[in-house]
């Protein structure tokens, strides 16, 4: 459903994206892994069509079902942000206006895209239901709201703008273990109930594997490396997937010290 | 929220009974003796001593500071040596004076320097975000008593446009005299329905305002085009345009009400200076507000009109900032935590 | 293949087309700087910044001989205008040195020590932070009897405390740091951690203050010989000078507007200066350019 096919993205002259494909279907989750730096963020918001916002400059195609993302105009790209690609971010506390009730964000992001009032309301309501919130509170304030809950807002967001693809740039770096947990099982929900599908960006090896389909791992801007997740996590081909892996901390070795 | 604006009150109300004792050891510092000002140079020396017990400057200066702290809290704010008169009736027709040439700046300054500073921010890098900031450098650079004066030249001597001093023409004291409720020509004009005076006193109002606006507006101007820019910044402008808001929502809603936030707390600091300013305008246009008044009893060694006016002009400021606390808190919640 | 936007972006070569402010601001500043060091051997005539009058060519519009005109008692005016630079140059570095020296160490004291001693100093600082500095320096200035260097002592009194409370911020959280803490534990001396550790990592934004101050302080200045409150004559100071020609501006207009325009200008480039710098070590600025 989404295809990417040999994305660069520029900042002046260095070239920090140079990825030759990617896929995704719908109902799976792909996870994009690497280091800071690596280019996984850029991609995803390349991909949202976020990056020219930046000040990058960006070449190639990304289609989804079948139609040019790049090179849409700006009033054709609103449109599909939001009601057919979302995303949410790290620290998410932070990606909430802190002015306004979450409520606020929901009734004017739905409207934007076409709900009448009373059907964003429920739309709303239903929404944050489905991640587990209850709809008290969209009353309230960002900072009101703990990392975990902002999290699943958003996802809420998502959600209810009825999105078919959901980006998500490092969703649980920013949050307790614990609570990462929780968003996993949200997302897990999500693309078992609706058919959602993603892209899971993070540093994190052991939260992809547990979460996703497939990987790609990038490093210095291009994918080094690509498949099913568990095939590639057991028999990795590339050195830089070796790597990866092996800075991965096991708990089940006797001879690791510290732990 | 209440419990807020209560707490920023108390503190208010310590720093104003400091600031009134610094300043009255301050005043009784001056060199000169008020004793001469209040009884005039040809006072002999048994009249000198008889002026200085009524004036309770035998005293010690401790009991003289008490005297005085009971008496502000009472109302009675000592009475001016230079006009005989109570200082606080003194100041109650200064201080409108001062107010209006300050608020007419303020607005005229918020009117001009906001807008500059979103279309600063709106087209940064290009062309109007650099004439604009070329016109804040200036204006935030200007030295308000030279701005007056070209001012006064320009348009009043040679233009002729508008009026060069004074808060309205002294001919309409008797053609349309004015019935004072606020000590404001333009406002008491206004509910007075007195239109000659009206429009006089705006005519008047213009100049002075303009120059007491330069500062505010330039600064004002780069406060806004800052903080939008810093506000366009943050994570969640990029949610916002993830959402699918386009650039005129991510501007006018999303990134506008985030970024008033420093802006609302610089205005208490943009006061301050158009009150400093107020002070030097006052001078060139001979506006008969705080500013005159002040500089007349600094010349006249006038302590309690000194003390006066400084406790006036603290209390201000003290309440400005707190209305600015206030109306910040309003604006953005995470503030009421603190 | 599409390219799509085209991102504003910041010239990666070349100090001066990246911080264009800050290079206009030392530009104009070293122009100033330099008029003002050479002013003995650039004015025309230099005891005109002194007390020679010349009643015969009191009030002369501009000329080749007398560029900028002369005063009310025949003084070139060009002449005192260079000699106006030095005095306010120094009059700002002398008020930010003064403040700087009263404010940080108070401000350091009250962010590292806490307790009583923070309250202490943040009481005193909020009593001088209720008056607007101009008013407050008056005050002083008149009570010490006008000069410049009493007006600079009145000026600086009004302005440290805005320094004591910015040090005071820093201070306090990077006394929370854990090296900090260690040193602490080790036994290093109060002093020195201040000095060695607290200072040089609580200064930055202190430093950004001033250079952003420094206009602000030349305006202050101007404004209270403007009122009679500072430089006497014959002190060629730019405040006084234009009090002394605002009863000429009619049909004098030279002798007001020159010593106006050097106010402007200087005060321009301290602010294109503080802005450059402010520019400079926000790394978040970077992206908006």
Known sequence: ?259 | MIRYAGERLALGVLVVVGVVVLTFLIARVIPGDPAVTYAGPRASKSQLEHTRQQLGLDKPVVVQLGDYLKGIATGDWGTSYRTKRPVLSDLRTALPASIELVTAGLLLALIVGLPLGLVSARFHGELPDFLVRVVSVIGVSMPVFWAALILQLVFAQRLGWLPAAGQYDPNLYYTSPLTSYVQMPTVDALITGNLPVLESSISHLILPAAVVALYPAGLLARMVRASVLDTLGESHIRMARSLGFGDRAIFGRWALRPAMNPVVQVTALVFAYSLANTFLVEAVFDWPGLGSYAANSLQALDTPAIVGVTLIVAIVYVVLNLLVDIAQAAIDPRIRLR | MTAVGIGRIVPRRGFARRNPTLVAGVVLLGLIVLVALLAPWLAPDPADAGTATHPFRVLAGPSSAHPFGTDLVGRDLLTRVMYGARISLRIVVEVLVIAGLVGIPLGLAAGYFGGRVDQVIMRITDVFLAFPALLLSLAIAFVLTPSVTNMTIAIAVTWWPWYTRLVRGEAASVATRPYIESCRTLGVSPVRILLRHVLPNSITPVLVQMSMDAGGILLTAASISFLGLGAQDPTPEWGLIVSQGAQYFSTQWWFVTFAGLAILFTAIAFNLIGDGVRELLDPRRVISR
């Open chain 1, 1 to 259: 459903m989404l295809e990417v096919r040999n994305l660069g993205v520029w900042f002046g002259e260095r070239q920090v994206v140079a990825v030759d494909a990617l896929d995704l279907d719908r109902g799976q989750m792909l996870g994009i892994v690497g280091e800071t730096g690596s280019g996984k963020s850029m991609t995803a918001y390349a991909i949202a069509g976020l990056a020219p916002g930046m000040g990058a400059r960006v070449e190639g195609s990304v289609k989804l079902e079948g139609r040019e993302l790049l090179g849409l105009s700006d009033h054709e790209l609103r449109d599909i942000r939001g009601r057919q690609i979302a995303m949410i971010f790290q620290a998410p506390i932070s990606s909430l206006n802190p002015v306004f009730r979450v409520g606020d964000m929901f009734l004017r992001a739905l409207r934007l895209h076409g709900a009448s009032k009373p059907q964003a309301r429920e739309r709303a309501s239903a929404a944050m239901r489905s991640v587990a919130l209850s709809p008290d509170l969209l009353r309230r304030y960002p900072h009101e709201l703990s990392g975990g809950q902002a999290q699943r807002v958003a996802i809420a967001l998502a959600v209810a703008l009825r999105a078919e693809v959901l980006i998500a740039d490092e969703p649980t770096s920013a949050l307790d273990v614990t609570v990462q947990a929780e968003i996993l099982e949200v997302l897990q929900k999500l693309r078992a109930e609706e058919s959602l599908a993603a892209l899971f960006i993070s540093h994190d090896l052991a939260v992809v594997s547990g979460i996703c389909d497939s990987v790609a791992i990038m490093h210095d801007g291009q994918v080094v490396e690509r498949g099913p997740v568990g095939r590639t996590l057991r028999h990795p081909e590339h050195p830089y997937t070796r790597e990866l892996l092996a800075a991965v901390p096991r708990l089940n070795r006797p001879e690791t010290p510290g732990a």
